[in-house]
């Protein structure tokens, strides 16, 4: 019998339910008004304004991995900050912010030259001060996450990004091309900082004395070396099949990949987006620690691993009748990304773990390990075609994260069949899910339209599975609908 955990586990519980429910509504509320807004200005541009951006994009988005420093989780990891050493973080992530500013107007001719487009330095020099207004960012949405003030995060969130919307149709509208992207953004980035400073305001300071926050700089240096390795293995696939394959394999495998790991990423990252304020406020007490970590693993997995495998049975019927016969060969990519995906999904919080118990340093050699083994394993892969490259992630990655998973189990002082009866449940009930679709897949007459097949296919999952979860695991399914109805709102 466990001790009971220290910390307020019913209120810890209403923020964690509240927040991914705030969060989540957002999310899908601002993205049905993006893709909008998205079809509407795709309308008015054209596929050489979205190019230039994409160009831009490339450098952006990798400096964009090193500009927040990791301050976030070092300001949640450490929670015993004083007001004054909080003050010079923030003074930290603004300089941080300025020098990565000045780099970008430096850089960007360079990068223009590269690509032969001159604009793309205008739009690097300009989208530079979003490096500006995300480091002002910083400290108030670290103090909002640390206050596990998620309505006020998810608020900021939307208004941020209708914000952005707005004013990218009205420059697409206005005739000002692919700017009306760079200012779409921009302005977005400038709403998003006003709002976080008006929301949770606290002064500056220039860090003077690194000695008094070096605790806190180490953790953001572990966090974005972290990133950094974590970004070099997680896109060294797309250049191997790239570089070895061509394009039209690229083209199949990245269309794969996006089906594949959008519907369990979004469920995923909306979770792990809400947990660090958690794990932070219960980082010394071990017992609700455990508790939390094995909750949302858990209901990741009663969501995630159903749908991940289920998608993979499917492909065969959903690529020809969603995608079309031209993107065939993107069915072997598909189904193997998939059931990578199930394993991906329960796997974004454990790292977590290890950065809000002290362990930052370890988890970011890990990530500094894979980013050594998984692209070498691509490049092997390649004699098997985009297939070869999927399986690396199947059989591979598992290993490569192995020796985390035995440290985070570790530092939460529980035995690995603890982690993986809590996954039973989810594993079990999608098993006997499988059998099913499978088990129809080998009986449906050929001569069935594709359409009906996919339909009945999808049908006979959902119903296998829900029914299992019923039969089988109802006491459990019972708990979380209780403590969503009790705390969501």
């Not at 603004?94 to 000045?102: E, F, P, R, S, T």
Request: charged content about 10%.
């Amino acid at each position: 019998m466990l001790p009971p955990p220290q910390t307020d586990s019913l209120s810890l519980d209403k923020s964690l339910v509240s927040g991914i429910a705030w969060t989540g509504g957002t999310k899908w509320a601002t993205q049905l008004l993006s893709w909008a807004a998205t079809l509407v200005v795709a309308r008015i541009l054209s596929p050489s304004d979205y190019g230039l951006m994409g160009m831009a994009a490339v450098y952006l988005g990798l400096v964009t991995l090193v500009n927040e420093f990791g301050l976030t989780a070092a300001i949640l990891r450490h929670r015993e900050l004083t007001e004054e050493q909080i003050a010079r973080v923030g003074g930290f992530s603004v300089a941080v912010g300025l020098v990565i500013a000045g780099i970008s107007v430096v850089v960007s001719p360079i990068i223009a030259r590269f690509y032969g487009e001159p604009a793309v330095a205008t739009i690097i020099t300009v989208l530079s001060l979003n490096f500006v207004f995300g480091s002002l960012g910083v400290l108030p949405r670290s103090l909002l996450a640390r206050d596990l003030a998620y309505p006020r995060l998810a608020m900021i969130d939307g208004l941020t990004n209708l914000a952005q919307m707005i004013t990218m149709l009205a420059f697409a509208i206005g005739g000002f091309r692919y700017m009306a992207l760079v200012y779409g953004s921009l302005v977005g980035s400038a709403c998003g900082a006003l709002l976080a400073l008006r929301f949770r305001p606290h002064k500056l300071a220039w860090p003077s004395s690194f000695d008094t926050i070096g605790g806190a700089l180490h953790v953001g240096w572990h966090i974005v070396v972290g990133r950094l390795a974590w970004y070099t293995y997680n896109t060294a696939d797309f250049a191997v099949v790239g570089r070895v394959l061509g394009k039209q394999s690229l083209g199949a495998y990245t269309l794969g990949w996006e089906i594949a790991t959008m519907p369990v990423e979004r469920i995923s990252s909306l979770v792990s987006s809400v947990t660090p304020g958690i794990f932070s406020a219960v980082q010394h007490d071990i017992v609700a620690l455990r508790r939390y970590f094995l909750g949302v693993v858990e209901g990741l997995a009663f969501i995630t691993l159903p749908a991940a495998a289920g998608l993979a049975l499917i492909a065969g019927e959903f690529v020809p009748v969603v995608l079309g016969p031209q993107w065939l060969g993107a069915i072997v990519p598909l189904r193997l990304l998939a059931l990578y995906g199930g394993v991906r999904s329960i796997d974004t919080v454990t790292p977590q773990v290890l950065i809000y118990t002290g362990n930052s340093r370890q988890s970011m050699w890990y990530s500094v390990i894979a980013a050594c083994v998984m692209p070498v394993l691509f490049v092997v892969g390649t004699q098997w075609g985009v297939g070869g490259v999927a399986t690396v992630w199947i059989v591979a990655y598992p290993i490569v994260v192995a020796p985390q998973y035995r440290l985070a189990f570790r530092v939460l002082e529980m035995p690995a069949v603890t982690y993986f009866k809590t996954l039973w449940p989810a594993v079990s009930s999608t098993a006997i899910m499988s059998l099913a679709v499978g088990a129809l897949l080998v009986t449906l007459p050929h001569t069935l339209s594709p359409v009906i097949r996919l339909a009945l296919e999808v049908f006979v999952g959902i119903t296998v599975y829900a029914g299992m979860i019923a039969w089988r695991h109802r006491a459990r399914a019972l708990a979380f609908v209780s403590i969503v109805r009790e705390h969501a709102l």
